[in-house]
């Protein structure tokens, strides 16, 4: 059931990275380095030319595989829990929409959080981002078999929802994943800042206070 509300909407989903937390490849990249004779634009370069990630994040690659092929493409003398530690020091601490912000949202409409992740990344933000507790539901790529654009990441996301099409509301900073959500009937705005949301939302008449 949706918190008592005279907003338009009674689900508001929101993108993960680059929305609520921020994130820079960089920084696992950079823990690398050092262990493996690649430099790190090497490192994502190699990154940018394989499947890996993406095999990975749609939940069609085991987590002892990633690292095996991870070893081998990036040349990596590290253990498992090694590159586990640095794969997935990639979030910035300082949180894009706050807690209580999250807690004023909630009051009023019913929140999710939709994703393109792994398990090792879902495994650190549920460890180290207490604000993912906040949200009455997470919809994982990894965990649904698909990555968006994929229509069928949205969907589970619906069914999540509980709520029609017309009374979403989806987030995301990449504007081509948020046109997907558009094609369900979503309402979508495409994240720019937090001071940017608040207009969009001021607009749209979603409540916060």
Sequence with gaps: MKPNSSSRFDTLIFD????VIDFDWMRAMK???GRTPLSVPEIAGRLKNTDLV???????????????EMQKLLELRVSFEEFVEAWSDIFQSDLILETDFIDRLKKHHRLL?????????????????????KFDARVFSFEVGAMKPDLKIYEAASHAAQAPADR?????DIAAYA????SLGWTTVTFKGKED???????????WS
């Design 168 to 172: 979403i509301l989806y987030v995301d």
């Design 16 to 19: 993960l990275g680059k929305v």
């Design 54 to 68: 993406h095999r990975y994040e749609s939940g069609s690659l085991a987590s002892e595989s990633f690292v095996e």
């Design 179 to 182: 046109e997907a959500g558009a």
């Design 113 to 133: 959080l939709l994703s393109n992740t792994d398990p090792f990344h879902a495994a650190f933000l549920k460890e180290r981002f207490p604000v993912l507790e």
């Design 31 to 33: 823990k690398l380095e």
């Design 197 to 207: 949301l608040l207009q969009e939302f001021r607009r749209l008449g979603v409540a």
